[in-house]
């Protein structure tokens, strides 16, 4: 009697956490009805209308970013070797805050996270960004040391850049996506483009203000090296000059006494007596 006791308590949990489950793929699925409307029933001037103005949103973004580089054109002129990761740091940032915010509708059609979690979503979100981050930050790092043509600072910028790059992402990602759910916008369509745009211009700003930071320090002591390298240069030629100025004189010397004393004397002259006999 006991033993079927517990087989009925069992079969009643085991039939709780089969409609618990049933009831999660029905939350799920009202989710992602709810999301946006049915693609079946989309026309192509309704899909060309839902995304068209984000598109254009993400077009005046990629402006902003061509102005942002003009505005440090001075900088990429004496360090060309920066503009070889300006893809790098655009690709990466609009990399990392797309798997944010893939990952969290997921989470959100899922009813896994809600409102309530955005701030422990974006904590999560901003430290796995910045440790992603360093690990790539490492690898460029690590590559500037065998090439030669790229230079330690610029692998030290890029080092430094790419953690917080991909920690903004991510928080970025996050606080767009969470934010089009709360407003009952379509984070699919809504967040990807605009969380690419904001990542695309601050992070290129990001990335040439650390360049500005670190590549000032180098050039500085490069420049107060090659200033201490041209004063003993001078000094050296200076010596040098004097040295040579001094051996000419003595040579001179040397040669007007040679020629005195190798002169024939000057005729006597006779006394005028001497001349009447």
């Known amino acids: 009697m006991v ?13 709780g956490h089969r409609d618990g489950d049933r009831e999660h793929s029905l939350d799920a699925q009202r989710a992602l009805e709810n999301a946006g409307d049915d693609y079946s029933r989309q026309t192509v001037l309704d899909i060309t209308w839902g995304r068209c103005g984000w598109l254009v949103t993400f077009c ?7 102005l942002i580089v003009q505005r440090f054109e001075d900088l990429l002129e004496h360090h060309v070797q920066l503009s070889f990761f300006v893809p790098l740091i655009m690709g990466h940032g609009g990399n990392t805050g797309s798997q944010t915010v893939s990952t969290l509708i997921r989470a959100l059609a899922l009813r896994q996270i809600g409102q309530r979690d955005l701030l422990r979503t ?10 992603m981050g360093a690990l790539l930050g490492l690898l460029i790092l690590l ?9 330690l600072g610029v692998g030290v910028t890029v080092g430094v850049a790419l953690p917080i790059i991909s920690m903004w992402a991510n928080g970025v990602g996050a606080f767009l996506t969470l934010m089009a759910d709360r407003f009952k916008f379509d984070p699919a369509v809504t967040s990807v483009p605009l969380m690419t745009t904001i990542v695309d211009a601050t992070g290129l700003i990001i990335y040439f203000y650390i360049a500005e ?3 000032d320090i180098s050039d500085n002591a490069a420049a107060a090296h090659a200033a201490s390298s041209s004063t003993t240069r001078v000094a050296t030629a ?19 006494l040679k020629k005195m004393l190798m002169s024939p004397p000057p005729p006597l002259k006779r006394a005028a007596g001497g001349k009447g006999r």
């Open 3 to 15: 033993l079927a006791t517990l087989r009925v308590e069992k079969d009643r949990s085991n039939a």
């Open 60 to 66: 005046v973004g990629l402006l902003v970013s061509a």
């Open 122 to 131: 974006l904590v999560k979100e901003t430290i796995a960004g910045c440790l």
């Open 143 to 151: 590559v500037s040391l065998v090439w030669p043509d790229l230079g």
């Open 213 to 215: 930071l670190f590549l």
């Open 238 to 256: 200076a010596a040098t000059a004097a040295a040579a100025a001094g051996s000419g004189a003595a040579k001179e010397v040397g040669k007007a």
